[in-house]
């Protein structure tokens, strides 16, 4: 589900929570755990099948979105591609999906800058981007992001002008949505390994933009 940003409003926000997480155990967590040694007890799963999978998701890590936003910047053919049909696009890199999400990629222009979130939990493009931040699945990122999704980014140091649009993107089970952001300027010539060196995984999430570092250039 996609949505542009709401009107305004004139109330005072101060008693939001922060976009922080906690030492302590989450909710997620908490269930996670319980689900885990429920369906243990019940045979549904063994030790066996839990460590692969999670064999499976340490092997997913932000280096492969970056690799295809890399990928998107420096072949237009590609990017169409990817820009139609995500998941086939980071197939064609290699990068396998162990689910049957679908893959929706979504490309920060001067006009629009895009956010990703999940409303109802935290649901997120594992198999390109890895494990979720734990901001991520909190509640007053997943609550305000589709409420006050400028002053969100604020927070994370993202300044959008006024005259930019932000589209909110809620993911589903069965949809997830990677951001495709834009290429920072002066990187002309610069090699795909460079390119993705600069994408981070909060860029891919829509939280923050590309910038060039200035060593790096």
């Known amino acids: 589900m996609m949505a542009s940003e709401p009107h305004a409003h004139d109330h005072d926000h101060l008693d939001h ?3 922080t997480a906690e030492g302590r155990p989450g909710y997620y967590e908490v269930m996670e755990t319980a689900v885990r040694e429920l369906l243990t007890d019940k045979g549904y799963l063994t030790a066996n099948d839990i460590r692969h999978q999670i064999e499976v998701l340490d092997s997913r890590t932000p280096a492969l979105g970056a690799a295809v936003v890399a990928r998107a910047w420096t072949d237009p053919a590609f990017k169409a591609r990817l820009l139609a049909d995500g998941r086939k696009g980071c197939e064609e890199l290699g ?7 679908q893959l929706i990629v979504l490309e920060n222009t001067t006009e629009v800058h895009n956010l990703i979130v999940c409303t109802l939990c935290s649901c997120y493009p594992r198999p390109v981007l890895g494990l979720p931040p734990d901001w991520y699945k909190l509640k007053p990122y997943r609550a305000r992001a589709v409420i006050e999704p400028r ?3 604020a927070e994370f140091g993202t300044i959008i002008p006024a005259e930019v649009e932000i589209r909110v993107s809620d993911s589903t089970a069965v949809v997830r949505y990677l ?3 834009r290429r ?3 990187t002309d010539g610069w090699s795909e390994d460079q390119l993705a060196a600069l994408v981070t ?8 933009p590309v910038t060039l570092d200035k060593e790096a250039a």
């Open 17 to 19: 929570a922060p976009i």
């Open 179 to 181: 951001v495709l952001p």
């Open 95 to 101: 990068i396998s999906f162990y689910d049957d999400t």
């Open 151 to 153: 002053k969100v980014l």
């Open 184 to 186: 920072p300027d002066g």
């Open 201 to 208: 995984r909060d860029a891919m999430i829509g939280v923050i």
